[in-house]
């Protein structure tokens, strides 16, 4: 741990009209005042600007556009003490059918935020995942450590194992002010519907039977997203320059068993769902062993309980139809034209 927190007091998150992003611009609201934060994000079908709606105007100011764009990019950073970087084209399924905006996104994007940061002397925050590192066989209890060796799978993953590399040689050979996070899978309010949990939970609320790719014993290591944000803060603040920290917390279960958590939710039976093809490349289980950030930074997750930070899922999806229900049906679109 440094000595003396950073602290920052104006930063741009990229991606916060996303998932992970927009929780975080949340968290940032409700727990550090005097911070004001500038979003940054294109507004693809992943973004939705009803995420961070409602947020105090002098807090928060929304800016739409394209992390691949150096001009603009330069000229937010040249105005921020820090960025924390979440933008990226983020699904799997969609980076199978065309990996191009992938590239383009998660790997372009990157190189223009980490150049500004470099010409300002800005912090930067680079927010990763656990798919970088591949996949752990089902019977071994091993688990992603800082020092596991990148084996990326999919040219979702891929893309960000290129991400995170110029990162770190960003570090190396500029003395970029840098640190890198990879986390496991996130769930809470906010998630796009195509994504498992969901797509489950908007599937059962609208009485169709949920379907499961091949045979369910796929493991994610699950973490509420709200766990996420706050070890962001925490390395952001804290974290030591040039680190990468795995961020999880210990909530490992197989697909089969999420699914059953949530047909339990519904009350219904826990075989009442489908089958369907895998995949191909699906990893078999991804683990986190995160003692180092609880070791170094004293870094803990708050929402533990995995079946009521479901149900709370659940109860969010519930009152927020409107939010989900527009993309609800080109999603199901897109999946029916993967045989999915
Ligand atoms: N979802 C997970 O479980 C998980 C786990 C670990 C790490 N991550 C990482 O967290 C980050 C956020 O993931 P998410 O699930 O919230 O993704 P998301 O797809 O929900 O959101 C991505 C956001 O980035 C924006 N965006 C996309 N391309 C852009 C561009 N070129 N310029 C500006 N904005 C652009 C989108 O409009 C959207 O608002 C990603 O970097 C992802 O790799 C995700």
């Known amino acids: 741990m440094t000595d003396t927190a950073f602290e920052p007091r104006r930063i741009v998150v990229t991606g916060g009209c996303g998932f992970i992003g927009s929780n975080f611009v949340h968290h940032v609201v409700r727990e550090h005042p005097g911070v004001h934060v500038t979003v940054l994000d294109k507004l693809t079908y992943a973004g939705n600007p009803g995420n ?45 059918a065309d990996p191009s905006p992938f590239l383009e996104t998660n790997v372009r994007g990157t190189y223009a935020l980490i150049e500004a940061c470099r010409r300002h002397d800005v912090r930067y925050h680079h927010v990763s995942t656990d798919e970088v590192y591949g996949d752990l066989p089902l019977d071994d209890p091993a688990r992603f450590t800082e020092e596991t060796p990148y084996r990326p799978s999919s040219p979702y993953s891929s893309t960000k194992a290129a991400s995170d590399m110029l990162v770190r040689a960003w570090v190396r050979t500029f003395g970029l002010a840098a640190t890198i996070s990879n986390c496991s899978n996130n769930y809470g309010p906010y998630q796009h519907v195509e994504k498992f949990i969901p797509r489950q939970i908007t599937n059962l609320i609208d009485g169709v039977r949920p379907r499961l790719y091949g045979d369910g014993r796929n493991v994610r290591d699950w973490i509420h997203t709200e766990d996420h944000s706050s070890a962001v803060w925490c390395i952001l603040t804290r974290g030591r320059i040039g680190e990468t920290y795995l961020i999880g917390a210990d909530g490992e279960r197989d697909n089969l068993a999420v699914l059953r958590e949530i047909l ?37 997750p708050r929402h533990t309980d995995f079946a009521s930070g479901l149900a709370e899922t659940i109860e969010w999806y519930r009152e927020n139809e409107p939010w989900w229900r527009p993309a609800k049906e080109a999603t199901e679109a897109r999946y029916r034209a993967q045989g999915q």
């Open 52 to 96: 961070i709606a409602g947020l105090p105007a002098d807090r928060v100011e929304l800016v739409v556009g394209d992390i691949c764009d150096e001009g603009l990019v330069d000229r937010l950073v040249a105005d921020a003490d820090a960025v924390v970087h979440y933008a990226a084209e983020s699904h799997n399924d969609n980076s199978i």
């Open 264 to 300: 339990r939710a519904f009350g219904r039976p826990e075989d009442d769902f489908d089958w369907v093809r895998d995949r191909p490349g699906h990893d078999r289980r991804y683990a986190i062993d995160s003692s180092k950030l609880r070791r170094e930074l004293g870094w803990e």
